[in-house]
């Protein structure tokens, strides 16, 4: 089972200057996705800074990103925790929600043994009716979900795919080989057509964020086999995609939808602004990129 092939968008959550969600902002973002080529919506993660907002508020993140989005593409929710009790609750209350997919980061700051992370997935999967994507990101957890881990959780029936950030092409390629049946995302923006190459069928992007159409086309050219397309897209836009990282993500990619006129607002701290030599390069990278401002 395959939740999407393509560009799976690691969306933002647009706030106003008072730090509430921007929800009719929210819409226009949603709809822009759909009219862009967006194969799915991941809400919730990361890149939306779902680590500072209350449960209520990320709950009815979710639920308005699948009203607006009414099955028109899959919508995937963050529900990771390091507490599993939390995890394991909340993915059931986002599942009620009618979201196609979970995406659930590895326990963080705990870490984990082997046994324990095994339970924590194992427990979250059988208590919902819904498919899981793993999230391994172990710069930002501190743990690398080992391959014979993987291949034990690919057991269960609804974990069928990994998002896989940790950056390491080779353990990469092991996933591949060993478990087969884990569908694979690449995490990292700046390494998709190497995954791609060993058999992912797609990203879940922060830079698609911006430049929705181009990542799409990027997946879709490769897996279609017009290879050089796809090569020659990564290659082109790395350099943008190494901009959009000059800090800890969502700080820049916020910042360039506000300087390309998308209003989705500040980030929540502890996540500040950036330091102005950064945000000069990051804009000017963007106008030599000729990134197309918000209409």
């Given amino acids: 089972m395959t939740l999407f092939t393509g560009s799976g968008v690691a969306i933002i959550?647009?706030?106003t200057n008072s730090m509430e969600v921007n929800y009719p902002k929210l819409k226009e973002l949603l709809e822009f996705h759909v009219e862009n080529n967006t194969d799915a919506i991941v809400i919730n993660g990361t890149t939306g800074e779902s680590a500072t907002m209350t449960d209520e508020e990320s709950l009815d993140v979710i639920r308005f990103t699948v009203d607006v989005?009414?099955?028109?593409?899959p919508v995937i929710a963050g529900t990771g925790s390091n507490d599993t009790r939390h995890a394991l609750e909340f993915s059931i209350a986002a599942t009620k929600l009618g979201v196609d997919g979970l995406l659930i980061v590895t326990p963080y700051y705990n870490k984990g043994n082997e046994n324990g992370i095994y339970n924590h997935y194992k427990s979250i999967a059988e208590a919902v009716d819904c498919p899981i994507i793993l999230y391994n990101v172990p710069s930002r957890t501190g743990v690398n979900l080992s391959i014979p881990l993987l291949k034990k959780l690919a057991e269960i029936d609804n974990i069928i795919a990994i998002k896989e950030a940790s950056g390491n092409i080779s353990y990469a390629a092991e996933i591949a080989r060993v478990v087969p049946s884990l569908t694979i995302y690449s995490g990292n923006d700046d390494m998709v057509i190497p995954l791609l190459s060993l058999g992912a069928r797609g990203v879940i992007s922060v830079s698609a964020n911006i430049i929705p159409k181009i990542t799409h086309e990027m997946v879709i050219s490769f897996l279609n086999?017009?290879?050089n397309k796809g090569m020659r897209l990564q290659l082109d836009y790395n350099g943008?995609?190494?901009a959009l990282f000059i800090e800890t993500n969502p700080i820049p990619i916020k910042d360039a939808m506000n300087f390309l006129g998308y209003e989705v607002g500040p980030c929540r701290l502890?996540?500040?602004?950036?330091?102005e030599e950064n945000k000069l390069t990051l804009h000017k990278i963007l106008n030599e990129y000729g990134v197309e401002k918000w209409i």
Avoid: H, K, Q
């Fill in 13 to 15: 959550t647009p706030f």
């Fill in 69 to 73: 989005i009414n099955n028109r593409i």
């Fill in 225 to 227: 086999s017009d290879i």
């Fill in 240 to 242: 943008l995609v190494n």
């Fill in 270 to 275: 502890p996540l500040g602004e950036m330091f």
